[in-house]
């Protein structure tokens, strides 16, 4: 399984931005699509995941703001994300977990927000 992700950039504060994340490979086995981040020192956090029948789970910090979301074949998950704030900052890591509880995770893609 690979997943590449796209969709960062540099945007004001307010502003929103649609991260992407496509996955090849063995997707039939994947149960959970999962967006972390990343802040400058300090450790990787769960953003948002989005399970196999389609419940979505947010971290406290961005419910109401973001949306988790992937398409019916699942070769494509993305996070939609609003009203974004400094606090936002960071690299953004897709992540993929299969049946077994193995984890797959793409390349990071760097959001900035500027105030």
């Known amino acids: 399984v690979q997943l590449q992700a796209s969709g960062g950039g540099l945007v004001q504060g307010g502003g929103s931005l649609r991260l992407s994340c496509t996955i090849r490979?063995?997707?039939?086995?994947?149960?959970?699509w999962a967006w972390y981040r990343q802040a400058p020192g300090k450790q990787r956090e769960l953003v948002a995941q989005?399970?196999?029948?389609?419940?979505?789970t947010y971290a406290e910090a961005v419910k109401g703001r973001f949306t988790v979301s992937r398409d019916n074949a699942a070769t494509i998950f993305s996070l939609q994300m609003n009203s974004l704030n400094s606090e936002d900052t960071g690299v953004y890591y897709c992540?993929?977990?299969?049946?077994?509880?193995?984890?797959?995770w793409g390349q990071g893609t760097q959001v900035t927000v500027s105030s």
């Open positions: 992540n993929a977990q299969d049946r077994w509880f193995k984890g797959y």
């Open positions: 490979g063995s997707r039939n086995s994947i149960d959970v």
């Open positions: 989005i399970s196999r029948d389609g419940s979505p």
